[in-house]
């Protein structure tokens, strides 16, 4: 299964980064959230440090819009994800040219629609 950094993650049950937390672990993958808020979805603590080390991160799943995304540049690239997917609304040529350049393979596409058509 994938270890998925949910970046942007709310406690928040009406919020897609919440829903996404959730149909991930349903789904059997190691979720790690990342947000600004204190707070526990899906039973784990949301990580607001950005110097806590994750290691071995295959996708970071994007819920951060794109005018709030460049205080977490250097922090999603120091991750090194294998991909990186920017669910709707978050898309930005910025970074995801940051990423290409770290060859990190990037997808706009929506990560609750991939679990559910099992192209995750």
């Excluded at 059997?28 to 603590?45: C, L, Q, T």
């Excluded at 995304?69 to 690239?77: A, E, F, N, S, T």
Aim: glycine share 6%.
């Amino acid at each position: 299964m994938k270890k998925t950094v949910v970046l942007g993650a709310s406690d928040n049950p009406t919020r897609y980064a919440y829903k996404a937390v959730h149909r991930l672990q349903a789904n059997g993958h190691e979720v790690v959230p990342v947000g600004i808020k204190n707070a526990v979805v899906g039973g784990k603590k949301i990580i607001t440090d950005k110097n806590q080390p994750i290691e071995d991160v295959d996708t970071l799943t994007l819920y951060v819009g794109p005018q709030n995304q460049p205080v977490w540049y250097d922090y999603i690239l120091n991750l090194k994800p294998k991909r990186i997917i920017f669910n709707p609304g978050t898309e930005n040529r910025e970074l995801e040219q940051l990423a290409e350049d770290a060859n990190i393979e990037t997808l706009h596409h929506c990560t609750l629609v991939m679990l559910a058509s099992d192209s995750y």
